[in-house]
């Protein structure tokens, strides 16, 4: 079984169906700068703890980077019988370095204890990626929010219009869980920054090797604690899984406002011309495609996430072949996400928002109603009271089919001798934003604070 990394007890080599079924170069060659990354940091521990020559040191690192370039410019690919990375990389370094020479790299690690760094170093990377692109979007918001200031729109609960918002009050609020997750990605990292390298198959080398150093060359700080959890643990990756979900979730609720403020019924937003599609047969149609792919692409990012749990689930210590299952729903996260987070940011930042249709609509469905019953308390009226004299006016308008503010004196005083013509004051969407005053609240004060608070997160972020 020439080109192999086992097979010597065998009698016979691996079927086709196996070979088939076990194959993994079609993703895991992703992984191949980090495993030669990998291969001249252990070779420095294997120097070091004299297995290996000066001589043979300098030979070893001038061969891996070689290959490196090779993999680089495409030169080197695995071919149809190659197991894996690991394998491929083997055959390449037994080709440049001699078989000699080349043979002695293998000794004190595993594929397990390799393959287990290499998908923290591949996310450690993309994390980075993904962190920067998050912060262009979270931007992007911020941008909309300073360019648009003072805009009022419906804010709504149950889709239902509620109370009136700043639209920049409303845009932050999409900006708020991005910030998180750009937390979480820290805090991700931070977790993930442990060396798995020398824990070999599962119970460690014997040969003495300098796990730290690996572990320093390779840009970790610490080495993991237990080899076999080391080996064994995918919880790392879930959790990569689970924030990229989540990132993809909060994308899916922004791209929803974005796609329901585009449509001919409520035109407050009105899409770039280069970030929406047009349709095959109605000429008039202008779709806003990117908001609907980042809600369809959350199905898939939280389909990954769920999928990798499952197949942890139950799987006992230590090493265990279902792990190597692990790759693909990250690999195909980070891809989406990497593409999809240029496209939603790009789409934010070109909105053109029809502020004056959207301060019509601010006041419309009575959403200064609660303006009233809080007026109400500060003449002192319990607040029980005061709701149901405040219903009791919404019935009396919709009836009449006016709004609060198209009821007259008389009316007022009719429903309670508590409402004087001074409650109109408060009938005003431009009122009742500046009246909520709040720390969190939609007052503009309040909102352009918390636009410098978020632009400052962001930037020591
Ligand atoms: N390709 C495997 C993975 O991705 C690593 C190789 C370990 N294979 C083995 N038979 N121990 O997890």
């Keep these: 079984n020439a080109g192999s990394l086992w097979g010597a007890r065998f009698a016979s080599g691996p079927s086709d169906a196996l070979r088939e079924l076990s194959r993994s170069t079609h993703f895991d060659w992703a992984l191949a700068h980090y495993d030669i990354a990998g291969s001249k940091a252990h070779a420095e521990a294997l120097a070091g703890a004299g297995y290996l020559t000066p001589d043979d040191f300098a030979g070893l690192t001038a061969a891996l980077d070689r290959i490196d370039a090779r993999v680089a410019d495409g030169s080197l690919v695995p071919g149809p019988d190659d197991e894996d990375v690991h394998a491929v990389l083997e055959q390449a370094l037994l080709h440049e370095a001699g078989a000699e020479l080349g043979g002695r790299l293998r000794a004190g690690r595993s594929r397990n204890d390799q393959i287990a760094t290499l998908i923290r170093l591949y996310l450690r990377d993309h994390v980075r990626v993904i962190g920067l692109q998050l912060i262009d979007l979270v931007d992007a918001l911020g941008a909309q929010a300073d360019a648009t200031f003072g805009a009022i729109l419906p804010g709504r609960t149950h889709l239902q219009h509620a109370q009136p918002v700043l639209l920049a009050h409303h845009l932050l609020a999409h900006a708020w869980p991005l910030v998180r997750d750009l937390d979480r990605l820290g805090d991700w990292a931070r977790r993930a920054d442990a060396s798995p390298y020398g824990s070999g198959a599962l119970a460690g080398s014997s040969l003495g090797l300098d796990d730290g150093l690996v572990a320093r060359r390779l840009g970790f700080s610490r080495t993991v604690e237990n080899s076999m959890d080391g080996t064994a643990a995918r919880d790392v990756v879930a959790e990569f899984a689970f924030i990229a979900a989540m990132i993809g979730v909060d994308l899916s609720r ?208």
């Design 254 to 461: 922004l791209a929803e406002d974005v796609i329901l403020w585009s449509t001919r019924d409520v035109g407050f937003a009105r899409l770039h011309d280069s970030w929406s599609t047009g349709s095959s047969i109605m000429p008039q149609k202008k779709n806003p495609d990117i908001a609907e792919l980042a809600r369809g692409k959350a199905g898939r990012l939280v389909g990954d996430l769920a999928g990798l749990l499952t197949t942890l689930k139950g799987l006992p210590l230590a090493y265990n072949r279902d792990l190597q299952e692990d790759k693909e729903p990250v690999f195909d996260q980070v891809v989406t996400l990497e593409t999809l987070l240029p496209a939603v940011t790009g789409l934010v930042a070109t909105l053109r928002f029809d502020v004056e249709r959207m301060a019509a609509s601010a006041p419309e469905g009575y959403s200064l109603a609660t303006d009233v019953a809080e007026w109400l308390v500060k003449q002192g009226v319990p607040f029980r009271d005061a709701h149901e004299i405040t219903g009791a006016l919404v019935a009396v308008a919709e009836s009449r089919g006016v709004g609060l503010d198209g009821l007259d004196d008389a009316e007022l005083r009719a429903v309670s001798p508590a409402l004087t013509p001074d409650v109109r004051s408060v009938l005003t969407a431009e009122g009742s934003v500046a009246s909520r005053t709040g720390v969190s609240g939609t007052a503009p004060e309040r909102v352009r604070h918390q636009l410098a608070t978020l632009t400052e997160r962001v930037r020591s972020a």
